[in-house]
């Protein structure tokens, strides 16, 4: 069956810190993979995605994926996390059709 | 860049009647659009995909008599909750793509309540 697993439910981390938001997935062909962002009253916005070549991505405001067929995973990270980065986090897998499965998303808090 | 609107942003219906939201691209022409569901706490559940001027295809489970769709043009999509029911209560978000397995634009979602 295709799926996305977000094992992590709610994230906490200092400002300043690293971040890393967990992601695997199971999906019969080749993967297209996404992260987004939801922030309250927006739409969810694209971070990353990930289709073919480099496994390692990179996306907008400072954060990257890595993408590790073995582990069926695509973990997201940025080295140094800022206050406005507080938000729901949502890991997709797709195909070349464009339907998407998403997680359940990672609710990330960020301490002052 | 692209952008996708919902309308309303919230509703509050009565048990039994119908809602319809609206989803438009403002600054390109979409193709494909896509309507899910988010529950709390819950991923979002792809409902249906539409095709400009095509019959919206429908994914395993969603009832397409309840959930009418309809993608009459390039920019415009609705989703019409027919005879709602407090179950029905959830955040409703479309999506909009210029063209097949191109990149999703979301929209800010809708948040259905029936009482």
């Known amino acids: 069956a295709q799926s996305v697993t977000q094992p992590d439910i709610h994230i906490t981390v200092s400002e300043g810190a690293s971040l890393e938001l967990r992601c695997n997935y199971s999906?019969?062909?080749?993967?297209?993979l996404f992260w987004y962002v939801q922030s309250p009253g927006q739409g969810l916005q694209l971070l990353l995605k990930y289709f073919s070549g480099d496994t390692l991505v990179q996306g907008i405001k400072g954060f990257e994926a890595e993408f590790k067929r073995s582990q069926s995973s695509f973990n997201l990270r940025k080295p140094s996390v800022h206050w406005s980065d507080a938000a729901e986090y949502f890991c997709?897998?797709?195909?070349?059709?464009?339907?998407?499965?998403f997680g359940k998303g990672t609710k990330l808090s960020v301490k002052p | 860049g692209a952008v996708v609107s919902q309308h309303p942003s919230w509703v509050i219906c009565k048990s039994g009647t119908s809602v319809k939201i609206e989803c438009r691209s403002l600054d390109f022409q979409a193709t494909t659009m896509f309507w899910y569901r988010q529950f709390p706490k819950q991923s979002l559940m792809l409902m249906a995909t539409?095709?400009?001027?095509?019959?919206?295809?429908?994914e395993q489970g969603v009832e397409k008599d309840k959930f009418l769709i309809n993608h009459a043009s390039l920019t415009l999509s609705t989703l019409t909750v027919t005879s709602a029911h407090p179950e029905d209560s959830s955040f409703y978000i479309c999506?909009?793509?210029?063209?097949?397995?191109?990149?999703?634009?979301f929209g800010p979602g809708t948040r259905l309540t029936v009482t």
């Open positions: 539409s095709n400009e001027g095509s019959k919206a295809t429908y």
């Open positions: 997709a897998v797709g195909g070349s059709q464009g339907n998407l499965i």
């Open positions: 999506s909009a793509s210029a063209r097949t397995g191109g990149e999703q634009y």
């Open positions: 999906y019969g062909a080749t993967p297209y």
